[in-house]
């Protein structure tokens, strides 16, 4: 089996402060068998002059070809699909300015794994790791990578890192059906009309045509806390709310990642999926507008609620703290009336007469 070829891409646009560590992350690797695709955004600092000046030594290391491009694009997603149309390798990675491979052994070892692997696995991921400017470790991804992963593993969230997200190229091009469906013949691209999330759709997308996705069991990624989804992370969410609903014709649970015979995951269970209609997008759509409404009516309620009771508690505080025990002032002045002393010594005792119905006949 031939060696497979690793295509990584980095998309820049003024990215002088960041692009270096990912371009020296690439020349650490032990392994050589990488092309390298550079799509800047016609950048106005010293982005390209960094990359021209490493360019040799990138030829040199990367032995499936090194292409720098720089001219005007749509934003991030449009340089990424200009990055998928000039991909040639077997593997795309998405590695954006700032990002870094955890180790130099990292290619290597997920090589290894995929020549023991037959048939290819259509996908590739693993974890992440989150680390500052400098490349030192601030915390694990919120998420963790399953080590089964299929199309509705992402209802949860985005399970696994864009960058640790590795497909193949014959799946990015829809060359890859599902046994009893029909490949598309035609490239997916990253849809536009999201500016935050079109990477959580892309991968959705991927994972309802790959019939095989393998786990690397390591961690891949160093990510640089600083990405334009973190930055803009409120937007992001609706767009996803919104991906989802066009995603899955009904928003429930996901299901175990396994296939129908229980086998290695290969995410074939989604092939009994309700078929993508739009009656069932629009749906979903109703459904997520619903749930979105009850929750924020919910909230409000509570929130008047509180409110409500931070007026009380300013206004007359000890109507909040008032014990249930003196409820009626009667009993509350018998629970304050001090208990009678001792008669002092020598003093006649005085004893309660007789009740009369206790009271005897002289006879």
Known sequence: M?????????????????????????????????????????????????????EPRLREHCAAGVRLQSEPDKGLYDAMNKGLRLATGDYLIFLNAGDRFHSPQTLRKVADQ??????RPDLIYGQTDIVDSEGKFLRKRHYTAPAQLGERSFLSGMLVCHQAFWPSLPLCRGKVARLGEKAEGKLLEYDLKYRFSADYDWCIRLLHHSRYNHYARMTLIDYLDEGMTTQNH????????????????????????TSPTGSSPCGAYSAYAPPRTKTGAAHSALMVRRFSLFHAALFQKRCSAFAENMRRFFRKPAALFRSPYRASAGRGRALRRKPRGIPPEGAPLSLPSASPCGRRGSG
């Open 2 to 54: 031939s060696t497979p070829v690793f295509t990584i891409i980095t998309v820049t646009y003024n990215a002088e402060r960041t692009l270096p560590a990912t371009l020296y992350s690439i020349l650490s690797q032990e392994y050589r068998h990488i092309e390298f695709l550079l799509i800047d955004g016609n950048s106005q600092d010293r982005t390209l002059a960094q990359a021209q000046a490493l």
């Open 114 to 119: 995929v020549m023991e692997e037959s048939p």
């Open 234 to 257: 409120r937007a992001s969410l609706g767009e996803r709310y919104r991906i989802m609903a066009a995603s899955w014709p009904r928003t429930t649970p996901a299901a175990p990642h």
